[in-house]
């Protein structure tokens, strides 16, 4: 039921999501300038990089999901409302955990 393309899709995902999650903790951590006209612009783009990394994080929480829901032979259920979810939506958003309907 689940093709080995969709498991290589997701992990595939998972390693961009990390890969990108990191860059950004590490970029962070690589200390500010002394000038104060680069500090803020340094300061918002934190704010940019700080949504972005909270974005990543976010999906790769649903990545994760749908790869354990993958093990357990629960994938492609809605884990709300238990009603297998539309195949064109599982194709194009594979590791979104709800159906249509539960998601709006
Ligand atoms: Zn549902």
Do not use: H, W
């Not at 259920?77 to 998601?103: M, Q, S, V």
């Amino acid at each position: 039921m689940v093709s080995q393309q969709l498991i290589d899709t997701l992990t595939d995902k998972q390693q961009e999501l990390s890969t990108r999650i990191e860059a950004i903790t590490q970029d962070f951590q690589k200390g500010r300038s002394a000038d104060f006209a680069e500090q803020t612009t340094e300061c918002e783009n934190d704010q940019v990089l700080e949504g972005i990394r909270a974005e990543a994080k976010e999906e790769l929480k649903q990545v994760n999901r749908a790869l354990q829901r993958i093990k357990n032979e629960e994938f492609g259920l809605c884990p709300r409302c238990g009603e297998p979810i539309a195949e064109a939506r599982l194709k194009t958003l594979p590791y979104k955990d709800f159906c249509i309907n539960c998601a709006s």
